[in-house]
């Protein structure tokens, strides 16, 4: 029930993945870019240097974070608790076992630190949605897009992109800035999340966004 060792594979390019059916622009003041669980626990599993998807992701989650930092953008990051109650962690360990143990495992890895501005959330199941005030800072900031950025793809990251959509609002999962087990389940992510419920973008596209704020329309 521990989680699997993650080999190095190739993180997969726009040419790899399904096309787009929604044509939803990413605007910058609609938005609020997410931060994953990016978390040591969940980082440990990954193998090598060379061709490390959490390491590319990583970067590239810097990256969109400055970016939302330099527009005002808000950025939230969830992590899970270390030491969870058997009641609080319900069926989850019943897959994984217990969960993070000890302090440390909780940290969001130091490249990725958050600032003091940022909205950090404690997050108890695969939906960033479930049982976190999520979707009540989304109205109160006003905003109805999500940008979704961490790890596992296939796991929490599609799960939160499945509500946002099924509660109109409105997920872009940035594919090469979110890392899985290997790349079949990050492709099965991308695919899904661009065919059923989520426009996929990749990170130099949405830093293009972030680059040309629009002027919000106040009705």
Excluded at 84 to 100: A, E, I, N, S, V
Excluded at 145 to 155: R, S
Excluded at 186 to 202: G, P
Aim: charged share 15%; net charge negative; with cysteine.
């Amino acid at each position: 029930m521990s989680l699997p060792v993650t080999p190095p594979y190739a993180v997969p390019t726009p040419e790899d993945h399904a096309a787009n059916r929604a044509v939803w622009e990413l605007d910058p003041n609609r938005a609020v870019v997410l931060v994953h669980d990016m978390q040591k626990h969940f980082l440990g599993v990954f193998s090598g240097e060379d061709g490390c998807p959490a390491r590319a992701a990583t970067e590239n989650i810097r990256r969109l974070v400055d970016a939302a930092d330099s527009t005002g953008t808000p950025v939230v990051f969830t992590a899970q608790p270390p030491n969870q109650d058997p009641g609080d962690r319900g069926l989850l360990t019943d897959f994984w076992g217990p969960g993070l143990q000890g302090g440390l495992s909780a940290e969001i890895v130091e490249p990725l630190a958050p600032a003091p501005h940022h909205t950090v959330l404690t997050k108890w199941r695969y939906n960033a949605f479930l049982w976190t005030p999520l979707a009540q800072h989304l109205a109160s900031w006003g905003r109805d897009q999500l940008v979704i950025t961490g790890v596992y793809a296939h796991i929490g990251c599609l799960l939160t992109a499945t509500h946002a959509f099924m509660h109109d609002v409105q997920p872009f999962l940035v594919g090469d800035a979110v890392a899985d087990f290997n790349r079949e389940d990050h492709l099965m992510a991308l695919n899904y999340a661009a065919k059923r419920c989520s426009v996929v973008h990749h990170t130099d596209h949405v830093l293009s966004c972030f680059r040309m704020p629009r002027v919000r329309v106040m009705q």
